[in-house]
């Protein structure tokens, strides 16, 4: 079992920056990927970013050259730095965590989410 807290949303305006974190607790050995998920209401969730560990990364087309995924393996968290934020990036924002077994079974964690609201 894996367990999974988001924290650093909140508000801010058009163009500014936030930073959220992902701190994973339980089975942390068994985790290959984690990354981050969103969803605004009335839409689907889509990706925003993934990373591997091996340090591979994965973005959104939407988010590519403003979000910067990245993990601190001792602290068993990964961020999401978000610059340059637009109004059609707030949404809640969930993390995830990739647990692959023996049998090749995979089976994804989320955390509870944590809003990001981007309005001036």
């Known amino acids: 079992q894996v367990q999974l807290v988001e924290s650093g949303g909140g508000l801010v305006q058009p163009g500014g920056s936030l930073r959220l974190s992902c701190a994973a607790s339980?089975?942390?050995?068994?985790?290959?990927?984690m990354g981050w998920y969103r969803q605004a209401p009335g839409k689907q969730r889509e990706l925003v970013a993934t990373i591997t560990n091996d340090d591979s990364t994965n973005y959104g087309d939407s988010v590519k050259g403003r979000f910067t995924i990245s993990r601190d393996n001792a602290k068993n968290t990964v961020y999401l730095q978000m610059n340059n934020l637009k109004p059609e990036d707030a949404a809640v924002y969930y993390c995830?965590?990739?647990?692959?077994?023996?049998?090749?079974?995979?089976?994804?964690?989320w955390g509870q989410g944590t809003q990001v609201t981007v309005s001036s």
């Open positions: 339980g089975s942390t050995f068994s985790i290959y990927a």
């Open positions: 995830s965590g990739l647990v692959i077994d023996d049998s090749g079974t995979g089976t994804v964690y």
